[in-house]
């Protein structure tokens, strides 16, 4: 009878057991269904899958959580344990010379897609160096941290307050409202160095979502403050103005660096709310997300952003609003000599994907493009003329039901984990020797080196093996009874670290290698229409 519960246990944690070295980890197996062709890009995928379902045990990922893959869909670092509560926006970047990791870090509310917590720093050790907050007594949201010039970091704050709404159509007993609030904050000092606020400058008639459908609060009380802007983007350009994504407003919003003033306004619905452009070629985007400043070219600059063109709660109820079948990731120009914008590049899914809430468009360095997919768990890489050269699902399927992420990143990265190798080494009943070898976050390590110890410390080189993905497996046919060590061996040949000594186990359950277990597919892809883009 005692038995029992330990039989229990070992079957749940093999149903998972991606990697023998690191039991503990259990990140999202990525569905690569369109593997990376030669024209993706360099570096590394960074994302933060999460459950889309309000209780995080039964499906999607089992551990949500940062992470940062190979486009191999190979794990490289599992940041879970590492963040408590819930974490999004993950990326990597510079402040100040030194290259950094960073994430939001705090409480996360789906019904209405909000966050409250701050942003956590990480040092290429993995080590947290810095949690910072939001200033002027406004706690942080999940939606943006973005920084710029290395110095100075964007961050935005929805600040519920009671307000006089009749003339929106608000009963007496709904008074509440989301003051969608952005600041630029000094990184060194941690001081405030802009504030804007969306109730000084943008009315509330400008929200598509009116105060009463419960999608966007219906203003009963703070906890459901009508977020009827609902910013989820802030990017600075190089004469210090800034563009914003106001999701409720279905908009983007240039803002005068200086004084706060709206310059223009790029979308609206029309019938609803109005542009500043009258469209050249006429496109229409709504919902979206991630928008950021490309270029600028004296009275035109272009932007990308992620055009959702869906609304819906990040939960799995709600109503949804369509105005299009499909999600895509839009690059734009506008000129405001003429007042005209151009829709000059839209990457449309390769499946039928059209997503209510989240997601991103990456321009890359080389131009190719990384669109993150949001509620729909997905993410493509396009060359820059629109060819598909990488789609993963960030588990699907019998992987992992309804998973989302929030955006996806590539860049390059080095990381140097101060957390120990992690090694293990079993002794199959055939009497070979099975040794397995991880490193949470390292990227540097070219092969590992494998020595046996004898009692007085002396060692035997048992095998060198290249670098096989997360975990490298050496397999020896024989019973090595000493204690083993595992070596990090560098691109040049130098060691990077040796591991603590481990004594071979008996195996107790035959591990599967994750390729046998999980293969790619080719799936059809949906029709393909030629990109569509302005001429
Ligand atoms: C706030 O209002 C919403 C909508 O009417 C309601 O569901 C919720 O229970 C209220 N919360 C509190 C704390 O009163
Ligand atoms: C505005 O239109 C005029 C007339 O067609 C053209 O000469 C000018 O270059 C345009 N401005 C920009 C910024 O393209
Ligand atoms: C991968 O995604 C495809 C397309 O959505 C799905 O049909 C398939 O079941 C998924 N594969 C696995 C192993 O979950």
Redesign the pocket.
């Known amino acids: 009878m005692l038995l029992l519960p330990l039989l229990t246990l070992l079957s749940v944690v093999s149903a998972d057991w991606q990697f023998r070295s690191r039991p503990d980890l259990s990140p999202p197996q990525l569905n690569i269904t369109i593997p990376a062709t030669k024209d993706a890009s360099p570096g590394y995928l960074f994302a933060a899958p999460f459950s889309g379902f309000p209780d995080n045990t039964q499906h999607g990922p089992r551990q949500a959580a940062p992470y940062i893959f190979t486009d191999k869909g190979e794990l490289v670092w599992s940041g879970f344990g590492l963040f408590s509560i819930w974490a999004t926006n993950f990326q990597a970047g510079r402040i100040n010379g030194q290259d950094i990791l960073f994430s939001f870090e705090g409480s996360h509310n789906p019904a209405y897609g909000h966050g409250h917590g701050h942003i956590t720093i990480l040092n290429n050790r993995y080590e947290t160096i810095r949690e910072l907050r939001a200033g002027n007594h406004k706690i942080s949201d999940k939606h943006e941290f973005h920084i710029i010039d290395e110095k100075t970091g964007l961050i935005q704050i929805y600040q519920p307050v009671p307000a006089d709404l009749s003339e929106f159509g608000a009963s007496k007993e709904q008074q509440w409202i989301v003051d969608a609030i952005f600041q630029e904050i000094d990184l060194k000092t941690g001081q405030v160095l802009f504030e804007w606020s969306s109730l000084d400058h943008v009315s509330p008639s400008e929200s598509v979502l009116p105060i009463n459908p419960g999608q966007a609060g219906s203003g009963y009380n703070s906890s459901d403050a009508w977020d009827y802007f609902h910013i989820n983007s802030v990017d600075k350009d190089q004469n210090g103005d800034y563009i914003l994504s106001a999701r409720d407003a279905a908009a983007l919003y240039k803002i005068d660096g200086k004084t706060g003033d709206v310059i223009w306004k790029l979308g609206g619905i029309p019938g609803i709310s109005s542009s500043s452009f009258r469209e050249q070629n006429p496109f229409k985007f709504a919902f979206q997300h991630h928008a950021r400043f490309l270029s600028t070219d004296?009275?035109?600059q272009t932007i990308s952003f992620y055009d959702n063109s869906a609304h819906g709660s990040e939960d799995k109820g709600g109503n949804e609003i369509h105005i299009a079948d499909l999600s895509s990731g839009k690059i734009v120009e506008v000129?405001?000599?003429?007042w005209t914008a151009k829709l000059l590049n839209n990457y449309l899914p390769p499946y039928d994907i059209l997503s209510k809430s989240q997601g991103s468009t990456q321009v890359l360095e080389d131009g190719n493009v990384l669109v993150n997919w949001g509620s729909q768990g997905a993410v493509t890489e396009y060359t820059h003329d629109g060819d598909v050269v990488f789609h993963a699902y960030f588990d699907s399927g019998r992987l992992g039901d309804k998973v989302e992420n929030y955006r996806a990143f590539k860049f390059d990265w080095h990381g140097y984990p101060t957390e120990a190798i992690a090694l293990f080494s079993e002794v199959t009943e055939k009497g070979e020797t099975i040794v397995y070898v991880s490193w949470n976050g390292d990227t540097e390590t070219k092969k590992w080196r494998f020595y046996s110890l004898n009692s007085d410390d002396e060692r035997t080189l048992l095998g060198e093996t290249e670098r096989s993905g997360f975990e490298t497996i050496l397999r020896l046919s024989k019973v090595v009874k000493e204690r083993i060590v595992a070596q990090a061996v560098g691109k040049s040949g130098e060691v990077l670290s040796t591991s603590d000594s481990v004594i071979s186990e008996k195996q107790v359950v035959q591990y599967v290698e994750k390729e046998n277990r999980y293969n790619l597919h080719n799936y059809p892809l949906r029709d393909q229409s030629p990109m569509q883009t302005g001429h």
Request: proline fraction near 0%; charged fraction near 55%; avoid cysteine.
């Open positions: 004296g009275k035109k000129d405001t000599e003429n």
